[in-house]
């Protein structure tokens, strides 16, 4: 059965490759408005439930993967910062504190009758982050590994890695990056005997 990656994410593709070798992509384009809460797990959930859902309407017969990732810093919702200078800002007020990854991913499925059988997961991570310096922060704002990335944050950059106060598992960082594999790879068998 074909898998959809209702996503543009550079990240969450090479992820994905980990656990499936061949699926299309099909990003979605439209914006998305939703009602904004403080739960931020029900945000991402929410997001990842419009974009797989949006896709499969449009891409009957094969299964949609749709994910969303936000950063959660002092009870906030981050996501992505759209230039260096909101990157700057992010990263001076991530300094010191205790961070909460959120993605969700659906899985979504269209026989292009009846309702769509959607899915939806959720996980969390968190860390702490070292108090970072002016030095820091200019000399990681240079690699541009915050581009398109939630809260500013390349989990998997080496550099970055040095701000955290503890290493993290691989999963960890999966869920910091947009897709946590494993559990993908374990839902999406599940969900393919839903299909049958």
Same mark, same amino acid.
């Given at each position: 059965?074909? #898998?959809?990656?209702?996503?543009?994410?550079?990240?969450?593709?090479?992820?994905?490759?980990?656990? #499936?070798?061949?699926?299309?992509?099909? &990003?979605?384009?439209?914006?998305?408005?939703? %009602?904004?809460?403080?739960?931020?797990?029900?945000?991402?959930?929410?997001?990842?439930?419009?974009?797989?859902?949006? #896709?499969?309407?449009?891409? &009957?017969?094969?299964?949609?993967?749709?994910?969303?990732?936000?950063?959660?810093? =002092?009870?906030?919702?981050?996501?992505? &910062?759209?230039?260096?200078?909101?990157? %700057?800002?992010?990263?001076?007020?991530?300094?010191?504190?205790?961070?909460?990854?959120?993605?969700?991913?659906?899985? =979504?499925?269209?026989?292009?009758?009846?309702? &769509?059988?959607?899915?939806?997961?959720?996980?969390?991570?968190?860390?702490? #982050?070292?108090?970072?310096?002016?030095?820091?922060?200019?000399?990681?704002?240079?690699? $541009?590994?915050? %581009? $398109?990335?939630?809260? =500013?944050?390349?989990?998997?950059?080496?550099?970055?890695?040095?701000?955290?106060?503890?290493?993290?598992?691989?999963?960890?960082?999966?869920?910091?990056?947009?897709?946590?594999? $494993?559990?993908?790879?374990?839902?999406?068998?599940?969900?393919?005997?839903?299909?049958?």
């Amino acid at each position: 059965m074909d #898998i959809v990656l209702a996503s543009a994410s550079e990240e969450r593709k090479n992820l994905l490759k980990k656990v #499936i070798k061949k699926f299309e992509i099909f &990003p979605n384009t439209a914006k998305i408005r939703i %009602k904004q809460t403080k739960n931020v797990s029900k945000l991402t959930r929410d997001l990842a439930y419009f974009k797989a859902l949006r #896709i499969c309407l449009r891409k &009957p017969q094969k299964i949609i993967l749709g994910a969303d990732t936000l950063i959660e810093i =002092a009870k906030e919702a981050v996501g992505k &910062p759209k230039n260096k200078s909101q990157a %700057k800002q992010i990263l001076n007020f991530l300094s010191d504190k205790k961070i909460k990854a959120h993605t969700s991913f659906c899985l =979504a499925y269209f026989k292009g009758q009846d309702r &769509p059988i959607i899915k939806c997961f959720s996980y969390r991570s968190q860390a702490k #982050i070292k108090k970072l310096t002016k030095k820091d922060i200019e000399k990681y704002l240079k690699t $541009n590994k915050w %581009k $398109n990335r939630a809260a =500013a944050i390349d989990i998997f950059d080496k550099l970055f890695t040095k701000f955290l106060e503890r290493k993290l598992t691989n999963k960890e960082k999966e869920i910091f990056a947009g897709l946590p594999t $494993n559990e993908v790879k374990k839902k999406l068998k599940e969900f393919k005997k839903i299909l049958k």
